[in-house]
């Protein structure tokens, strides 16, 4: 997906006037005419800046840059489905780890993905136990992460 | 000077550390011989397992593996025209072209070669300008180590690819990422919306782990994807011809490791670009520039040398002075300051050991890259088949994990989705990602100068300029940020008065 340079240019303009704003409510060191929101307030001037001129040359070619352009993978639903699903994914982990466990949600996680890719249901599922037992293993035995049991905190190995 | 390059050997010969390094060379080698696999994004899964070494042994396997995939990247740009990571992309059609004329073995034996006698080089260089630079860098105050920062970024911005307001927009991302979090002068929380989590600030492993290996899952997906079709043809003897070879180039390997060098220690010019600028000049300087692109090995020798170069070059301003010379040292120099190795030329004087202990090790990995990359091309026709689908959830997974084991929470997971997006909109819109990187690790060390500076100086903006050093280090950068437009603008007046 590509975006006219202008979208960002203003995006940016925005973003800095919220960031200058914000960081002018800072309260101010005691003593020090420089309190922390000075650092703040530079970066989002220069962005300010950045924007201002990508909106100029964005505005400039929009003869020949649409201000959105979809890639060709776009059009193509199947291909949207799998790349909205890495996201998902992973927010479906953040959501239920801590109450399913890392193993039942990374092998839900990698079984639904590799079948996705379009795996066979065997290999699919052969590939998410041994890689799901191989990096528990690692992390949690040797590296002592506390990656969470969740359900199967009865049986934890 | 002599028990501490001792003690520094001791600290690398030691079974575990060799056994990581081994480990770790293995791991960069099938990372660098995958198509979009990048030497980047093997530094980026790896940081998660060395969060918990010691440092010498976490240093060791980043040198090992990075110089491991630069040379793996040669592999399927050498028998697929696809370089494995962009460090190779210089040359991958003039070593397919001679794959075709059915040299393989000569252009991968030369590349081998090539790459160990770059990586010496630039480990050479390394370990003689480092200490001697340090010891300069000792007497820097705020005020330098401010315009130092400067320097690096703004060069970073320049170098980047594309245009370079969206290179100054990306390092600017980042330093403001680095804002988030309990503020380092005044201990006020900012932009953390209340938030507990967000008062420690974002941490810089689930950022770099989401902006370097997140976004590539990402883009994976979104691509189009054809089978690779190995070759059949069976890989022979590599190094049988390569005497003469070397022998005849034995001024462009030299010259190929100095640029590789060169261009590495420039902030953010990278192995990438180091091979790009020697495979140019090697065309240039050649007696046979006609041959180029006809398969013609001359242009591989430079090249293959520059860009193991350049890796160890990049780490000269990142040892020195903290300031990372390509998106690797940045990842880098993070983890120094999580093993309390704090990169600056008070490390030289407090930590030595451990100093020559990388050097040690840049030594080590590029001579062990002669076996092992052997070893790699060999079984180069088995990895290549090797169903990329597959690897793409795994690595997924290996993220998530990686993001999470740094404090043991989701929201690391969290951060490392959100700026995986973000990179991935960036990247497809020609906002190159490793400026912001750079802002990320950077932007606590430029505002704690900057407002140490400002505190003494009582505000005057002169202050900036009262060390000899610093006035010159501020010239250059304010140079590099107002020279260019002022010409562009004189030239445009001279054209318009001339058309006038």
Known sequence: MRLNDAVFGI?????SLAVIAYARTFPATYGQRYGPDLFPVLIGGALAICGLLLTWRGWAARRSMPWIALGGWAQDRGKVLTFALIPAGLIFYILVSDFLGFVPTALLLLFVLLRRFAVAPVASLAIAVVTTLIIHTIFARFLLVPLPWGLLQPVAW | MMDIFLTALGLIF????????????????????????TATMAT????????????????????TTVAMAIFAGDIPGCLLRIPGTPASAAYADEAHAMTLKGQAEKALGTSLVCAVIGGLIGSLVLATTAPLLAEFAIQFSSFEYFWLACLGLSCAVMISTGSMVKGAVSLLIGLFISTIGIDITAGYPRFTF?????????????????MFAVSEVLRYVASSHEKLQVPQQSIGNIFRGLGPVLGRYKLNLLRGGVIGTAIGILPGAGADIAAWVAYAVSKKCSREPEKFGSGH???LVDAGCANNAGLSGAWVPAIVFGIPGDSITAIVIGVLYMKGMNPGPTVFLNQPELIYAVFVAFFLANIALLPLGFLAIKLARQVLRMPQPVLMPIILLFCLVGAFAINNTVFGISIMLVLGLLAYVMEENGFPIAPTILGIVLGAMLEDNFMSSMIKSDGDLMGFFSRPIALVLGIVTLSIWFLPPVIRALRAMKVSRSSW
């Open chain 1, 11 to 15: 995006a940016l303009l925005l973003f």
């Open chain 2, 14 to 37: 030691t079974p575990y550390v060799l056994l990581v390094m081994l480990g770790a060379a293995l791991f960069g080698l099938f990372v660098g011989s995958i198509p979009g696999l």
């Open chain 2, 44 to 63: 980026a899964l790896l940081v998660p397992i060395t969060f918990f070494m010691d440092p010498v042994p976490a240093i060791a396997a980043i040198v």
């Open chain 2, 194 to 210: 209340g938030s507990v989590e967000m008062m420690g600030g974002i941490s810089f492993i689930p950022a770099m782990i989401g």
């Open chain 2, 297 to 299: 090995v001359e242009g």
